[in-house]
Nanobody
Framework: QVQLVESGGGLVQPGGSLRLSCAAS????????MGWYRQAPGKQRELVAG???????DYADSVKGRFTISRDNAKNTVYLQMNSLKPEDTAVYYC?????????????WGQGTQVTVSS
């Protein structure tokens, strides 16, 4: 089994910054892909940023130039640096890992962390 633990959410004023972290632990052989999603009230969960095999990175158009995704392979951790936050960024943010374990490949979600952008 693999566990994902998120941290870093909170309340921030418009224009402010937050950094989210998500660490994976357990019987991990390798990580194929990792990413961040978000879900605002009444809306579907959407991809915010993702890192795929080979290191390619993809961002939602709404966050390009403001958010940066990065990873620490040694710590099995993915980060999301969020700058110039806007009220429309308010949502629950979830990390997602595509992980190869011994004998299987599975997709895991973090528990979610609330990000609220408000003055």
């Amino acid at each position: 089994q693999v566990q994902l633990v998120e941290s870093g959410g909170g309340l921030v004023q418009p224009g402010g910054s937050l950094r989210l972290s998500c660490a994976a632990s357990g019987r991990i052989v390798s990580i194929y892909a990792m990413g961040w999603y978000r879900q605002a009230p009444g809306k579907q969960r959407e991809l915010v940023a993702g890192i795929i095999p080979g290191g390619s990175i993809d961002y939602a158009d709404s966050v390009k130039g403001r958010f940066t995704i990065s990873r620490d392979n040694a710590k099995n951790t993915v980060y999301l640096q969020m700058n110039s936050l806007k009220p429309e960024d308010t949502a629950v943010y979830y990390c997602n890992f595509d992980i190869r374990e011994v004998g299987s490949r599975r997709n895991y979600w973090g528990q979610g962390t609330q990000v609220t952008v408000s003055s």
